[in-house]
């Protein structure tokens, strides 16, 4: 039914889809109640008894069938938090695999991919995160060139530049000793070493962040007025920081209240949860770090733009951090 009336090889109209989708829903209650079934069809299918010959077929007509469900634009689109269950039953499933034969490795592959169209879809990095500790790593590792292209180049990109927030560096840290080994030569196309490289190139970073604490002594205090002290704590908000309580509630009656996204139960930057206090904290410090081995260039070229700017004007420079490797970062 899912061919016929929602495949994406067979771009079925508008109302077929939705009729489908419409079907599920009544038949799950809700799209978290599809992922929560995931998991149990997943955990149920792997405690039968399968027919060798019919293993590998059976788990990859499973995982394609569960990969287009999750990739249906309606599904898609709800973007909500995906049970933590959902990713261990699969990874578990796709471990399982990778120790049997050829054909069973390749089915494997077809796990990873599962896996990472539901990090790719998820609202949160929350979901890679526990993919990373269920080891989506050691399975990339150990299937390498048997992934599927398609597969390589959604969730190598993905996985690099959620390196670069706390909760999945955190992971990824608690799981595998820093430095991570980099053999072979390095390909044109995306690996498993792109992962590693940009974990050894962040990691860093990362210890300096919450280890040292060095953004306490480097972010400015927002409220005008002074006396200042030397260190600052962040507004849960995310977007100030403030070096006292008394420069905290000074800066909140200014008028703080009125745009602090916390308070309006937005989130940190009024993403609605997307990322962490802990996530603002580790970007800012690696946006930093950019600045200050830039600087010499990024001076070269503000002054002609300081020179033509009205006093009243301030110059703004974008770091884009959505599409990071350890290439693009070196």
Not at 3 to 32: H, K, M, Q, S, Y
Not at 200 to 206: A, E, S
Not at 262 to 289: H, K, R, T
Request: hydrophobic share 40%; glycine share 6%.
């Amino acid at each position: 039914m899912l061919n016929i009336l929602a495949g994406r090889d067979t771009n079925p109209p508008a109302e077929d889809r939705a009729l489908f989708v419409r079907e599920l829903c009544r038949l799950t209650a809700d799209t978290r109640s599809l992922y929560r079934v995931t998991a149990q069809q997943t955990s149920f299918l792997s405690r039968l008894t399968i027919d060798p010959r019919l293993l590998a077929d059976t788990w990859s007509r499973h995982f394609g069938l569960l990969t287009d469900l999750v990739y249906l634009p309606e599904i898609r689109q709800s973007r909500l938090k995906i049970p933590r269950k959902a990713i261990v039953a699969v990874m578990s499933a796709g471990r399982r695999l990778c120790a049997g034969d050829f054909k069973s490795r390749e089915t494997a592959g077809d796990a990873v991919g599962l896996v990472g169209t539901m990090c790719y879809v998820a609202r949160t990095n929350h979901t890679l995160m526990h993919a990373v500790k269920a080891g989506l790593f050691d399975l990339l590792c150990e299937l390498d060139d048997m992934l599927d292209r398609r597969t390589i180049a959604q969730i190598v990109p993905l996985f690099c530049s959620c390196l670069l927030t706390a909760k999945v560096m955190h992971a990824f840290s608690q799981r595998y000793a820093f430095p991570l080994a980099v053999g072979g030569p390095r390909r044109p196309s995306p690996t498993w070493r792109d992962i590693a490289e940009t974990f050894n190139l962040y990691h860093v970073l990362y210890i300096r962040s919450f280890q040292e604490k060095s953004w306490r002594c480097s972010m400015p205090c927002w409220n005008v007025q002074g006396p200042h002290h030397d260190m600052v704590r962040i507004c849960p908000c995310g977007a100030h920081a403030y070096c006292s309580g008394s420069c905290q509630r000074m800066h909140w009656n200014a008028g703080h209240r009125r745009e602090c996204s916390y308070a309006s139960f937005d989130g940190p930057c009024g993403l609605q949860g997307a990322v962490s206090l802990s996530d603002i904290i580790y970007i800012s410090n690696i946006v930093q770090e950019y600045v200050s081995l830039a600087r010499a260039e990024m001076a070269q070229r503000l002054e002609p733009l300081f020179e033509q700017a009205s006093d009243t004007e301030q110059a703004i420079i974008r770091l884009n951090l959505t599409e990071v490797s350890a290439c693009a970062a070196v």
